[in-house]
């Protein structure tokens, strides 16, 4: 049966892999919704390439040239971020991949979950913000949240079929960019030295989250709300090959990893076609261009993010949303030149110490603690680059 798509965020990272696992299954998947933030001129070769029903250009600016540049075409064609979530909802999708980046993703996760769709999830925010509101949303409407980011993935893959309560969920940890660096050199590091990673080829913002270790932080939280698990059963652990996705522990002292090459495709097309698997023929793991596999304690001095993204877990309520926000403005911030990289977990720690804490929120209390934390980030910018 032919499974009909939204993919939102198509012309980001994990939005152009996901159109590639399309194109190696045209016989079981349809393009019906495309969404872009800003990058029009991408999402029209998109429409017309899947024969797309319809778009939807988040940055309004770009509406005239999008109709412009697909007014040949039948596709139809909305802007506004209000619009990404409305269409999401709609009645001829089955599956909504949201692939977008940051706390633009709730919203559009809470329509797909309200409308009944098949979720698979990249846009971590989703539950990193709003996990406490998402979660029971979802079990209340029976709607399956299949993970894309390749360590819940892992974890998924590992828990399948076991019966048995687990003793902890064990993430792995690539270090990102500055691995190997000393950290008296941190002050120091540039723009293009952060989005150099290692392993993994992603988008700007998740390059920098991974060179904080404020990715992995959030992925802690996601872990805990996907799986259940409290905080004290979810561990770290730098594992620079990126070979070893994640790890289950179990009670019995066994533990389960999934492995394979640092390349997202496996992950979406698990997301996509799960219970079954994609058969991908130029996919073959060699261990013997993998000789060795090394694991390490993460450095917490290093990388403080990873323990305030535990903490803001403990907290509960808004704390997670305040840290994302002033997280999202302080990496603009750096990616623009604006502050130094140091100054990133210096204005997520401002914005935690100085935000409105609500307990219990909704989604109204969700926006209002995301606005506080975008204000009180901003303002500890300009300060800090005044002097």
Same mark, same amino acid.
């Given at each position: 049966?032919?499974?009909?798509l939204?993919?939102l965020?198509?012309?980001?990272?994990i939005?152009?892999?996901? &159109?590639?696992?399309?194109? /190696?299954?045209?016989?079981?998947?349809?393009?019906?919704?495309?969404?872009?933030?800003?990058?029009w001129?991408?999402l029209?070769?998109?429409?017309?390439?899947?024969? *797309?029903?319809?778009?939807?250009?988040?940055d309004?600016?770009?509406?005239?040239?999008?109709?412009?540049? $697909?007014?040949?075409?039948?596709t139809?064609?909305f802007?506004?971020e209000?619009?990404?979530?409305?269409?999401?909802?709609?009645?001829?999708?089955?599956?909504?991949?949201?692939a977008?980046?940051?706390?633009?993703?709730?919203a559009?996760?809470?329509?797909?979950?309200?409308?009944?769709?098949?979720l *698979?999830?990249?846009?971590?925010?989703?539950?990193?913000?709003?996990g406490?509101?998402?979660?029971?949303?979802?079990?209340?409407?029976?709607?399956?949240?299949?993970?894309?980011? #390749? /360590?819940h #993935?892992?974890?998924?893959?590992?828990?399948?079929? /076991?019966?048995?309560? $687990?003793?902890?969920?064990?993430?792995?940890?690539?270090?990102?960019?500055?691995?190997? $660096?000393?950290?008296?050199?941190?002050?120091?590091?540039t723009?293009?030295?952060?989005?150099?990673?290692?392993?993994?080829?992603?988008?700007?913002?998740?390059?920098?989250? #991974?060179?904080?270790?404020?990715?992995?932080?959030?992925?802690?939280?996601?872990a805990?709300?996907?799986?259940?698990t409290?905080?004290?059963?979810?561990s770290?652990?730098?594992?620079?090959?990126s070979?070893?996705h994640?790890?289950?522990?179990?009670?019995?002292?066994?533990?389960?990893?999934?492995?394979?090459?640092?390349?997202?495709r496996?992950?979406? #097309?698990?997301a $996509?076609?799960?219970?079954?698997? *994609?058969?991908?023929p130029?996919e073959r793991f060699?261990?013997?261009?993998?000789?060795q596999?090394?694991?390490?304690?993460?450095?917490?001095?290093?990388?403080?993010?990873?323990?305030?993204?535990?903490?803001?877990?403990?907290?509960g309520?808004?704390?997670?949303?305040?840290?994302?926000?002033?997280?999202?403005?302080?990496?603009?911030?750096?990616?623009?030149?604006?502050?130094?990289?140091?100054?990133?977990?210096?204005?997520?720690?401002?914005?935690?110490e100085?935000a409105?804490?609500?307990?219990r929120?909704?989604?109204?209390?969700?926006a209002?603690?995301?606005?506080?934390?975008?204000? &009180?980030?901003?303002?500890? &910018?300009?300060?800090?680059?005044?002097?």
């Amino acid at each position: 049966m032919i499974q009909r798509l939204a993919i939102l965020g198509s012309t980001g990272s994990i939005g152009e892999q996901t &159109l590639d696992i399309v194109r /190696e299954n045209p016989d079981r998947f349809e393009v019906r919704l495309l969404t872009a933030h800003r990058n029009w001129e991408r999402l029209a070769r998109q429409a017309r390439e899947f024969d *797309a029903a319809t778009v939807v250009i988040a940055d309004k600016q770009y509406y005239a040239p999008l109709c412009e540049a $697909l007014a040949d075409t039948d596709t139809k064609i909305f802007a506004g971020e209000e619009s990404v979530a409305q269409a999401a909802a709609g009645r001829d999708i089955d599956v909504v991949v949201n692939a977008l980046v940051g706390y633009a993703g709730l919203a559009p996760t809470v329509a797909a979950i309200e409308a009944g769709k098949k979720l *698979a999830l990249a846009n971590k925010e989703s539950l990193v913000v709003g996990g406490a509101y998402v979660m029971p949303l979802a079990l209340e409407r029976r709607v399956p949240i299949v993970p894309i980011d #390749s /360590e819940h #993935s892992a974890i998924f893959q590992c828990l399948i079929g /076991e019966q048995s309560p $687990l003793r902890r969920l064990i993430i792995t940890c690539s270090g990102g960019a500055f691995r190997d $660096l000393p950290a008296e050199k941190l002050s120091e590091v540039t723009v293009e030295q952060a989005l150099h990673h290692p392993q993994w080829h992603m988008g700007a913002k998740i390059t920098i989250d #991974s060179s904080t270790l404020v990715n992995k932080g959030f992925e802690v939280i996601e872990a805990h709300w996907l799986f259940g698990t409290p905080a004290e059963r979810i561990s770290v652990i730098m594992h620079p090959q990126s070979i070893v996705h994640s790890m289950v522990e179990f009670e019995d002292g066994a533990i389960k990893a999934q492995l394979g090459t640092p390349d997202m495709r496996m992950p979406i #097309s698990f997301a $996509l076609m799960y219970p079954r698997r *994609a058969h991908r023929p130029t996919e073959r793991f060699s261990f013997a261009e993998h000789p060795q596999l090394t694991f390490a304690e993460v450095d917490r001095a290093k990388y403080p993010a990873l323990d305030i993204a535990y903490d803001c877990l403990r907290r509960g309520g808004t704390a997670a949303c305040t840290m994302n926000g002033a997280n999202e403005v302080a990496v603009a911030a750096f990616l623009g030149g604006r502050c130094a990289w140091l100054d990133i977990v210096r204005t997520i720690r401002h914005a935690l110490e100085k935000a409105t804490f609500v307990a219990r929120p909704s989604l109204d209390d969700y926006a209002e603690a995301d606005a506080e934390a975008r204000r &009180l980030a901003a303002e500890f &910018l300009k300060c800090q680059s005044a002097f």
